[in-house]
């Protein structure tokens, strides 16, 4: 008890520290707003930047509606459509072993036992009859996730970026051709993913981002926002730590209230603001600490919160590194809850789960 009182102090005074930093605040400590729904289909009309009652969770930063209100929400796509969701590992830097070699182009190519986290995930939703398809070619990501031009009515319920890196959502290899910058054969343009994923999230698709998805288009200041208002800059050695859980949610419900797990322990810059904390990992139990010129974050290190975003459902978390994190039956330090917990966020921003809930 002594242990959980002092880490709801911590997360009381780290969320507070969050809103007052931040340029919205959401609601008092972050925490989601209590007495209010989400929005249901079919939608009403927009008639101002933000839904009613949300005036304070618009963010000027990122020009979204953005926090744990759940009117921040756009219930646009049908809610009947199939239980499906969409992955994109697409590197364009350094790339995670757990993901395997490069996927060939196109949706839903050839997987061989090398792609560890994509086989994983497929299995995992499946297991939880949710279907999935998968790809790394940008272009295939755009046009599936949300069409050519005038955003289609997606048949995808959330997005899931595993690992991710660098400029990952930017067709690479025809900018230095202009005649290729829109090729009209295709209707292929260069930030095409990018426009995608943002058309999906205004119309109420779900995101999940998991690990270095934190090292994906750093300089693109939409996509900061969703991940939080945060950034990867650093991270200490691999090695086994305590996962605190900080909030109860839909997506940590049924886990214990602290296990051991094995990370790299991103450090953050900058620090998530108007977000619902959920996981945090207990520096003290770090034996190499978690600094690397980033100093670290000391006795609130988050390591997986939730937000809505510009419409949409965010649900992120740093954790990941390793191949063994994403294998059944394996001895990886906290492999069965890391699994419960990573099924249980993409449910949610699906909407399967009450999502961002308030179940502390």
Known sequence: MERKAMRLALVAGALSLAVIGSAATAAPGGAATTGVAEPTYPPVPITTNTPPGTENDFDVTYNVCRGTDPRCYHPWFNPNRPDKVLLYTRTSGPRHANLGPALLPGLDPPLTAANVAQNA????????????????DVEAFGSALAGLGTPANSTYKAVIFISTNRDALWKHGTAVDPTQAKNTSTNAFLDHGKMSLREFLRAGGGFVGIHNAFGTESNWPYYEGLLGNANYYSHGPFQTGTV??????????????????????????????????????????????????????????????????????????????????????????GQPQFKQLVVNGILSTMGKLPFCSTSN
């Open 244 to 333: 605190d859980i900080v909030a109860g949610d839909s997506s940590t419900d049924g886990l214990p209230e602290a296990w051991g797990f094995k990370d790299e322990w991103y450090n953050l810059l900058p620090f998530p603001t108007n977000v619902k904390f959920l996981l945090t990992v207990d520096e003290s139990t770090l034996p190499a600490g978690a600094a690397n010129v980033h100093p670290g974050h000391g006795a609130f290190h988050p390591v997986a919160w939730c937000q809505y975003y510009d419409g949409g459902r965010s649900w992120v978390t740093t954790l990941g590194h390793d191949a063994g994190a994403f294998t059944d039956g394996s001895d990886f330090p």
């Open 121 to 136: 995930i497929i299995k995992w939703m499946g297991e939880v009859g949710v279907a999935v398809d998968w790809t790394e």
